[in-house]
């Protein structure tokens, strides 16, 4: 793994905490475990001698030492795991199923642990054992006890157990800790890594997806989609910058060779007024081919689309048809418009007229005279169709992309004005309006289609 250490990161933190919350409760939860099995059952062994105390002291108390002794014999031979001793005042053996008092010291409420020998299947073992312990009359003393052993061989294996269950535990979270953790780091690494190459230049470098649609994924896919727009924005700039360079260079040029050749020639005042006429008509050209530049330009960086207002299409297309609609009519082309009004959309009024307005302008520049052309905007569904068609000679099919970038003229239009702007700025605001945007077979003609959708994005 690079540079980051594991431990750092942030993944290994929280499975850090999560870990110890959970051990802790596994923790708890075994302790209360092991305090209710073992305590319980270390209550119930005091219980049962103390009962068989209280009933000895009765026989006792009816039968005198005679009697007791008859019965601890008797119960010395039956019961397995009871403990009992009576002795005589020198603390010597008078019954019972152990031959010595025990060496242990008897606590102040009379309880005493000890060790003693037991046979067991023909050998001898030795077993803890716990009693209580009780004075007769005259020095004589009576030990009634049980062996713990098994007991305490039980809390031993609950011991063992519940502290290898907590070390399960805690191995395994600790390794799920570590693959999560590394994991997750390979991941953020890739997107690091992916950032050090687009700063260093690679911006068509992506981040990886792995697919599974969970937030890293949804950063990756966020990082991407932002690295896509701004290579777009980077790379529509780098055009436009291109497209000036090649494009504004030779009517500049022109420009300047008419006036040095004006200034070289004899004086001459009809002469100059005429060159400067020319040159007054080249730079409006110019002017009119940077604004245009910079209307895609702003269109295509998405400039506008925060300052998208509701705008009536219906009124767009209308003003402008007012506008070309003579301009039509100058050169014996039928126009017709067939607009249903209220077409609300969301868009910039400025670029809509002026696509619109290029539209008109291409159909009656291209359509000769005689020829129909026809502007419609209607409601379909849930979209807004606007349509711009002629009967002029229309685009060949495998030109129809083509004439969308900027500069492109098709040869037979290079006698008309123009500077092969005008679809370019169409597509530009189709795509701030995320409007789809078609060119079709009118037959003849050109069909031009845009259709916006009235759904709110
Ligand atoms: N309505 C049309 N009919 C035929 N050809 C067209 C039409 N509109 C556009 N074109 C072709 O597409 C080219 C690009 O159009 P455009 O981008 O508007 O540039 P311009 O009109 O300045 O030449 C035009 O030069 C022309 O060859
Ligand atoms: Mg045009």
């Given at each position: 793994m690079p540079q980051i250490r594991l431990l750092g990161t942030t993944a290994f933190r929280v499975v850090m905490v999560y870990l110890i919350l959970f051990g802790a409760s596994v923790l708890a939860l075994l302790a209360f475990v092991y305090w209710t099995t073992a305590g319980i059952s270390t209550a119930q062994t005091d219980d049962t001698i103390r009962a068989e105390i209280t009933g000895l002291a009765e026989q006792y108390r009816a039968g005198g030492l005679v009697g007791l002794s008859q019965i601890v014999r008797e119960r010395s031979r039956n019961q397995r795991q009871s403990i009992y001793l009576l002795t005589d005042p020198g603390r010597r053996p008078i019954a019972g199923?152990?031959?010595?008092?025990?060496?242990?010291?008897?606590?102040?409420?009379?309880?005493?642990?000890?060790?003693?020998?037991?046979?067991?299947?023909?050998?001898?073992?030795?077993?803890?054992?716990?009693?209580?312990?009780?004075?007769?009359?005259?020095?004589?003393?009576?030990?009634?006890?049980?062996?713990?052993?098994?007991?305490?061989?039980?809390?031993?294996?609950?011991?063992?157990?519940?502290?290898?269950?907590?070390?399960?535990?805690?191995?395994?979270?600790?390794?799920?800790?570590?693959?999560?953790?590394?994991?997750?780091?390979?991941?953020?690494?890739?997107?690091?890594?992916?950032?050090?190459?687009?700063?260093?230049?690679?911006?068509?470098?992506?981040?990886?997806?792995?697919?599974?649609?969970?937030?890293?994924?949804?950063?990756?896919?966020?990082?991407?989609?932002?690295?896509?727009?701004?290579?777009?924005?980077?790379?529509?700039?780098?055009?436009?910058?291109?497209?000036?360079?090649?494009?504004?260079?030779?009517?500049?040029?022109?420009?300047?060779?008419?006036?040095?050749?004006?200034?070289?020639?004899?004086?001459?005042?009809?002469?100059?007024?005429?060159?400067?006429?020319?040159?007054?008509?080249?730079?409006?050209?110019?002017?009119?081919?940077?604004?245009?530049?910079?209307?895609?330009?702003?269109?295509?960086?998405?400039?506008?689309?925060?300052?998208?207002?509701?705008?009536?299409?219906?009124?767009?297309?209308?003003?402008?048809?007012?506008?070309?609609e003579a301009l039509a009519e100058e050169k014996g082309l039928a126009f017709t418009a067939e607009l249903e009004p209220e077409l609300n959309i969301t868009g910039d009024e400025n670029l809509l007229s002026q696509a619109v307005g290029n539209l008109m302008d291409n159909a009656i520049k291209y359509t000769p005279g005689g020829g129909t052309i026809t502007v419609s905007a209607r409601k379909l569904g849930e979209r807004v169709e606007l349509s711009v068609a002629d009967s002029g000679p229309g685009i060949p099919m495998d030109k129809r992309d083509d004439v969308l970038n900027r500069f492109v003229r098709l040869e037979e239009s290079r006698s008309s004005p123009g500077s092969g702007l005008g679809l370019s700025l169409v597509q530009a605001v189709a795509l701030l309006h995320r409007a789809e945007l078609s060119l079709e077979d009118n037959s003849p003609g050109l069909r031009v289609i845009l259709r916006f959708s009235t759904a709110p994005s």
């Open positions: 199923n152990i031959n010595a008092w025990p060496e242990a010291e008897t606590t102040a409420e009379g309880w005493l642990e000890f060790p003693y020998n037991r046979p067991v299947g023909g050998e001898i073992e030795t077993h803890l054992a716990r009693a209580r312990h009780l004075s007769l009359e005259a020095g004589f003393q009576l030990l009634v006890g049980r062996d713990i052993q098994e007991r305490l061989d039980l809390e031993q294996v609950m011991r063992s157990s519940l502290a290898w269950s907590l070390a399960l535990t805690l191995g395994l979270g600790l390794l799920g800790g570590y693959f999560i953790s590394r994991n997750m780091l390979r991941r953020i690494e890739a997107i690091n890594r992916t950032s050090r190459e687009v700063m260093a230049g690679g911006l068509e470098k992506r981040v990886p997806v792995t697919g599974s649609g969970d937030e890293l994924d949804q950063l990756a896919g966020n990082l991407n989609a932002m690295l896509a727009q701004i290579e777009r924005l980077i790379t529509g700039m780098r055009q436009v910058t291109e497209n000036i360079a090649h494009d504004l260079r030779s009517p500049l040029n022109r420009m300047r060779s008419r006036l040095e050749v004006t200034l070289m020639e004899e004086p001459d005042s009809d002469g100059y007024r005429e060159s400067i006429r020319e040159t007054i008509e080249e730079s409006e050209r110019l002017l009119g081919t940077f604004n245009a530049l910079l209307e895609i330009a702003r269109a295509e960086s998405g400039h506008g689309a925060d300052t998208l207002k509701p705008v009536d299409l219906s009124t767009v297309v209308r003003n402008a048809s007012e506008l070309y």
